[in-house]
């Protein structure tokens, strides 16, 4: 069966504090892996497409990567406008462009 | 502005009763999708349509059903026979070159 886990649940964070959010899947046939990002009572945010082992995208203090079981979210001195519940999901090749969503790491950055 | 527009932000639903959620597109994609977001839970799907007029089960369609009729239209109607309606629904779009999912604000649904 198709799974992502995402951990920690939650991560609390000393502004300029760098750390990582994981994302571990288990699919058959990864499509591409997405990074989104989701403020409270908002639609989640397009952050990253990754779509094969070794891949690594950037945008401003985020910097996704991708291995055959994992992704990490890396995060540069965060500012508290990083503060977000970050998801992750997977498109597998056996289903009908679906995607499989994690259940999200919620990040809170202090001042 | 192009987008997806999903109303009403805010709904409350006494039970037994049905309700529908709106959710409108400008971006020409063809593939509409509905998820269902609870505290602590990834997003699950509920039901998605791929081309108008055809649309298949997610993996939690029971007590919901969708139309879809035309390309910028997708509304979900949530029933009384949805044991536990209270949720955070989101509506998505999807661009096939990409594969990238847009996704609207959100309509939270609350059971009196």
């Known amino acids: 069966e198709d799974q992502v886990t995402q951990s920690p649940e939650a991560l609390r964070l000393q502004e300029g504090e760098s750390s990582s959010l994981n994302c571990s899947y288990t699919v058959s046939g990864l499509r591409g892996l997405f990074w989104y990002r989701q403020d409270p009572g908002k639609g989640p945010e397009f952050l990253f497409t990754l779509y094969s082992a070794g891949e690594e995208k950037e945008k401003e203090r985020l910097k996704a990567t991708l291995t055959k079981k994992e992704s990490f979210l890396h995060i540069t001195a965060p500012k508290p406008e990083d503060s977000a519940t970050y998801l992750c999901a997977v498109q597998a090749g056996s289903n009908t462009g679906k995607l499989i969503f994690g259940q999200g790491t919620t990040l809170q950055v202090k001042p | 502005d192009g987008g997806i527009t999903q109303s009403p932000k805010y709904l409350f639903r006494k039970e037994g009763q049905n309700v529908t959620l709106s959710c409108e597109q400008n971006?020409?994609?063809?593939?509409m999708y509905w998820y269902r977001q609870d505290p602590g839970q990834g997003l699950r799907l509920i039901y998605y349509s791929q081309i108008v007029n055809d649309f298949q089960k997610g993996d939690i369609a029971e007590g919901y059903s969708v139309s879809r009729e035309k390309k910028e239209s997708f509304p979900l109607t949530v029933t009384s026979a949805q044991k536990n309606p209270t949720a955070f629904y989101l509506c998505?779009?999807?661009?096939?070159?990409?594969?990238?999912?847009?996704f609207g604000e959100g309509s939270r649904l609350t059971v009196l």
């Open positions: 998505a779009t999807k661009d096939l070159s990409s594969g990238e999912l847009f």
């Open positions: 971006l020409n994609h063809d593939a």
